[in-house]
């Protein structure tokens, strides 16, 4: 009995502590805290013939790249709450539109198109990226953004 009284308390302790410790922001995905240098070749996002195929069938999924394309240095310092980052190496929201992750992912699609409509009303990347962090990208309807 005092053994799993011990264990019990030791295991309590270590979730105490490591609550303690741990740090909400160390949640965040990878994204950059400033726009990219003048003379940083960064991928191209997908656009034109490449917007066609199985990854473009829907409306929204070729609008969202015409959309990121106009706004990339703002997508470079956003986070990308699919944890993308994590699985795939990516380090912005940025990222997932030079590849077709953003067709292939709400998540993504989503923050996107939040990102381009929050540009367009004159919001900063700094104000767009805690917009993403409290999740407002969510309201976001991507059939109504594709126009079906």
Not at 68 to 77: D, E, K, M
Request: hydrophobic share 35%.
């Amino acid at each position: 009995m005092n053994r799993i009284l011990l264990g019990v308390a030791v295991g309590l302790v270590t979730i105490a502590s490591y609550a303690q410790w741990s740090n909400p922001a160390d949640d965040i995905p990878a994204y950059h805290p400033a726009p990219p240098a003048k003379a940083e070749k960064l991928p191209p996002i997908l656009s034109g013939n490449q917007l066609q195929g199985e990854y473009f069938r829907l409306p929204w999924q070729r609008k969202v790249y015409e959309e990121a394309a106009q706004v990339p240095g703002v997508l470079y310092q956003l986070p990308c709450y699919c944890h993308c980052d994590r699985a795939l190496g990516h380090t912005s929201l940025r990222s997932c539109f030079e590849g077709t992750h953003g067709a292939e992912c709400t998540t993504c699609a989503k923050e996107g198109a939040y990102a381009y409509k929050m540009t367009k009303l004159g919001k900063s990347p700094r104000e767009i990226r805690e917009g993403i962090e409290r999740k407002d990208y969510e309201s976001i309807d991507l059939d109504q953004l594709g126009g079906m």
